[in-house]
């Protein structure tokens, strides 16, 4: 159960300073309920000049920002390598916690995460804005169209030339790469349930600096307990010439197809264009229904334990990719 913040407008700080994390200060400073007080980043030019958009104080370290007294709730929006460290200080520290996914590298640290919220009686919000955006609701809406689904593809690849050398192209800060993308495996547990098998295999062409990597591809093959065969794709970077970003899936009464934000029904002959609402504005969403959370304890689209759930795939397709083979998932609790 969360404690509400019923008193006062809610004073956030945020660790990070790229996309997501501007998006949310917007988000916070649009809200009366919200007050933004500081930012931790990673560099202090980047920290700079994020506090100094948003008239907010910087911060030297997350540690320290965590402590502040004065804060109720912490947006954790960098490195995935430290959300878990991020979020559990955080707790410890009494505060709520909002974080982009996923809730750590492994799934041992994110269930006491979990666990940890619960006993301190504070949110801990893993923010999947897939799950509110316009394909997964379209998907949702025409789901019953298909029929039984029997098969699933999808596929995000994205060439990069001259690949940077940031975390998002670093082994150990962005971590394995459906860890990382963990909202290709959510998309399918959110609709479909319980994973029962998951072969994976995996390929990187490394870097000349340690520990950074060039290119990357990820293939992953989920098999469901409801008999549904998923193939899920995750490339990026020089080795890769054209983009996709494609999600079928196939129905013993038809197919739901979508090209980006491009959806449409095939039922035999018939094609009929689907209505698919824009991702613009997700970040600003997610934000407002933690604050209705927090202020009027109105329920959020999912809870922690769903991306944890997502996350023990991703686990499994790591293991598999690691060591050849096909690893069973035990059944949910």
Sequence with gaps: MTNFLVEGPIKVGIVGTGYAASKRAEALQADQRAELKSVAGYTVISSEKFAQTYSIERINSWQTLVKQPDLDLIIICNINQDHGAIAQAALSAGKHVVLEYPLALKPLQAEALINLARQNQKLLHVEHIELIGGVHQAIRRYLPEIGEVFYGRYSTISPQQNAPRRWTYHHEMFGFPLIAALSRIHRFTDLFGAVD????????????????????????????????????????????????????????????????ETGILIKGEEKIPLEVVSRQGLFAQDTQMVLDHLVHGKPLYLKPESSYYALTVAEAARQSAATGSIISIPPQL
């Excluded at 307990?225 to 890769?240: H, R």
Aim: glycine share 10%.
């Design 197 to 260: 098998t998951v072969n994976c295999q995996t390929r990187f062409w490394d870097a000349p600096e340690t520990g950074y990597y060039l290119a990357c591809l990820c293939e992953a093959q989920l098999r469901f307990s409801n008999g549904l065969i998923a193939q899920i794709t995750y490339g990026k970077g020089e080795k890769f010439w054209s983009s996709d970003r494609t999600l079928e899936l196939y129905g013993d009464r038809g197919t739901l197809s979508f090209d980006g």
